[in-house]
């Protein structure tokens, strides 16, 4: 029971704080191995195990990279160790991948199989959304359907128009050093746009959009260049804000932005996919 608890507690601490990790899970062994069905391990995106034990060398570097490739892209892997003569019976070479199953070569005098399933564990996106206008109450209510952790940004007064939130931040100053993919909203529509989206532009983020024309955002991006900006930062930044779908009321807008973050995010996660199964060849 020990090893078990140690892992799930790890677990409930991981999720807590928000760092993305993959579970591995020995699901199957033939002949001898060192790790049995049923054994455990949490490995970080770094690639190191945190708790648990899969085995040694023998399958450790396969598992490990598997983990790393699995939390990039949020994907999760099936990993099957074996000795070189039972490749070559299947027609398979390490490094390999068939039916969505990984081969990987054990070199251990052991000569044993392992199958090993690996299930990334990733903190949901974060969407932070600046300012209590119309749209930004939609947005509050509608992200969370979507498994968004929503961050409410507004000066106290204004916080009662939002029903609920996971967190609330009095103004607009962000959190440099979010674990989470962030996703930055301005919507302050003319209440503090300046400061929210100078804010904005300071923080790392996935994505950053401003709901307004695109002559106010021009006219405040022509600004911030002139004050030193980051040009990166202002190249990445949306507006007007969300797919083109005709949107007029405060709800369609909101249901346009996230669209376009929903969009936005699964490119990046097929482009990683894409990436770990061509280095996985």
Request: with cysteine; hydrophobic share 45%; proline share 5%.
């Amino acid at each position: 029971m020990g090893q078990k608890s140690d892992i799930l507690k790890q677990v409930a601490d991981l999720t807590s704080a928000g760092e993305s990790f993959a579970l591995a899970t020995v699901v199957r062994t033939v002949a001898a191995t060192a790790a049995k069905a049923g054994a455990k391990a949490i490995i970080r995106a770094d690639g190191t195990v945190l708790e648990g034990w899969i085995g040694g060398g023998c399958a450790r570097g396969a598992v490990l990279k598997a983990a790393r490739d699995a939390i990039a892209d949020g994907q999760p892997r099936f990993v099957s160790v074996q000795p070189e003569d039972l490749l070559a019976e299947q027609g398979v070479l390490a490094g390999s991948e068939k039916e969505g199953v990984r081969f990987a070569r054990n070199m251990c005098p052991s000569k044993g199989a392992m199958d090993v399933f690996i299930e990334p564990v990733l903190p949901a996106p974060g969407i932070v959304i600046m300012g209590a206008s119309p749209v930004a109450i939609a947005l509050a209510e509608f992200a969370p359907r979507f498994g968004f952790h929503v961050t409410v940004c507004a000066p106290e007064p204004e916080q009662a128009a939002f029903a609920s939130a996971d967190m609330r931040i009095d103004g607009y100053m962000l959190d440099t050093a979010q674990p989470r993919e962030m996703n930055v909203v301005v919507s302050t529509q003319g209440r503090g746009d300046e400061a929210a989206l100078r804010a904005a532009l300071a923080v790392r983020s996935d994505y950053v959009s401003f709901v307004g024309s695109k002559a106010k955002a021009a006219a405040l991006s022509d600004s911030f260049r002139e004050r030193g900006v980051c040009k990166d930062r202002l190249a990445a930044l949306v507006s007007p804000a969300g797919l083109d779908i005709g949107a007029i009321t405060p709800e369609e807008i909101a249901l346009s932005i996230l669209a376009e973050i929903v969009q936005q995010r699964r490119r990046r996660q097929r482009k990683m996919a894409a990436s770990a199964e061509r280095a996985g060849r």
